[in-house]
């Protein structure tokens, strides 16, 4: 999120593909904004992580799934 804010560009950065500049270019024009999400509040964890039950219904919840029937 640093990189995509900060628009100065580094030499250190130079491997940094496409889609990073594609990004930085659509928050320059404000199209797009880009917020910092707590691990606590990261529904892409239910597609990455084994969850205990109860994490796994609050995220089915925020992304409005349907939990598998017990």
Same mark, same amino acid.
């Given at each position: 999120?640093?990189?995509?804010?900060?628009?100065?560009?580094?030499? %250190?950065?130079? $491997?940094?593909?496409?889609?990073?500049?594609? #990004?930085? /270019?659509?928050?320059?024009? @404000?199209?797009?904004?880009? $917020?910092? #999400?707590?691990?606590? /509040?990261?529904?892409?964890?239910?597609?990455?992580?084994?969850?205990?039950? @109860? %994490?796994?219904? /609050?995220?089915?919840? @925020?992304?409005?799934?349907?939990?598998?029937?017990?």
């Amino acid at each position: 999120m640093a990189l995509v804010n900060n628009l100065i560009f580094h030499a %250190r950065t130079k $491997h940094i593909e496409i889609d990073y500049h594609f #990004i930085r /270019d659509r928050i320059t024009a @404000k199209e797009i904004t880009v $917020h910092h #999400i707590s691990s606590q /509040d990261q529904p892409a964890d239910i597609l990455t992580k084994a969850l205990p039950p @109860k %994490r796994f219904d /609050d995220l089915c919840f @925020k992304l409005t799934i349907q939990p598998p029937a017990t």
